[in-house]
């Protein structure tokens, strides 16, 4: 099997329910920011602690269903969705996080170390994935927790980030305005 096809040459794509669509739609934009995303997340990887390298793989693995949940306009109870329990998962590792980290007093800069700075990399994507699917929901059905999951997905990268900074040894710094 070959990776390419060329059925994309004239700018259309198929959903998951084989309907085609133009590689602008809402739909297929939204999707291809959550795996840009993704690929951000993977880049992150191994940061050198375990912990977190165990959540990002679970947020990579959660990240695909998102797309999955989102190429597909009419899902089936079977097909592959984001439920209230990837929410709360998201939930109980910034809660754990937060424990370990100073309480936040004012906004931070992003950066530090490498896993930190691109791991605030990837929260600054997954807000505009968030936006993307909050237009195509404006238009179209979704699963409303798809929206849920990206926005705490956002909190939970740059919570993570403050951690691995912190383990790592980065002070945060504050913007002067």
Same mark, same amino acid.
């Given at each position: 099997?070959? *990776?390419?096809? #060329?059925?994309?040459?004239? #700018?259309?794509?198929?959903? @998951?329910?084989?309907? $085609?669509?133009?590689?602008?739609?809402? @739909?297929?934009?939204?999707?291809?920011?959550?795996?840009?995303?993704?690929?951000? %997340?993977?880049?992150? $990887?191994?940061?050198g602690?375990?912990? %977190?390298?165990?959540?990002?793989?679970? *947020?990579?693995?959660?990240?695909? %269903?998102?797309?999955?949940?989102?190429?597909?306009?009419?899902?089936?109870?079977?097909d592959?969705? *984001? @439920?209230?329990?990837?929410?709360? !998962?998201?939930?109980?590792?910034?809660?754990?996080?937060?424990?370990?980290?100073?309480?936040?007093?004012? /906004? *931070?800069?992003?950066?530090?170390?490498?896993?930190?700075?691109?791991?605030?990399?990837?929260?600054?994507?997954?807000?505009?994935?968030? $936006? $993307? %699917?909050?237009?195509?929901a404006? !238009?179209?059905?979704?699963?409303?927790?798809?929206?849920?999951?990206?926005?705490?997905?956002?909190?939970?990268? /740059?919570?993570?980030?403050?951690?691995?900074?912190?383990?790592?040894?980065? @002070?945060?710094?504050?913007?002067?305005?």
């Amino acid at each position: 099997m070959t *990776i390419y096809t #060329g059925r994309g040459d004239a #700018g259309a794509t198929d959903l @998951r329910d084989m309907s $085609r669509v133009s590689k602008t739609n809402p @739909r297929i934009e939204a999707y291809g920011t959550v795996d840009e995303v993704n690929a951000l %997340v993977g880049t992150v $990887r191994p940061t050198g602690y375990d912990d %977190v390298d165990e959540q990002l793989t679970g *947020i990579q693995n959660r990240l695909h %269903v998102v797309q999955a949940d989102l190429a597909n306009p009419s899902p089936d109870e079977d097909d592959p969705q *984001i @439920r209230e329990e990837h929410v709360d !998962e998201l939930e109980d590792w910034i809660d754990e996080a937060d424990e370990e980290l100073d309480p936040l007093q004012s /906004f *931070i800069l992003p950066g530090g170390s490498g896993a930190g700075a691109k791991l605030h990399h990837a929260r600054a994507v997954s807000r505009r994935a968030e $936006r $993307r %699917v909050v237009a195509l929901a404006a !238009e179209e059905s979704i699963n409303e927790l798809t929206v849920a999951y990206l926005n705490r997905l956002s909190d939970a990268l /740059f919570t993570l980030a403050r951690l691995v900074n912190k383990r790592d040894g980065q @002070r945060e710094d504050t913007p002067t305005y």
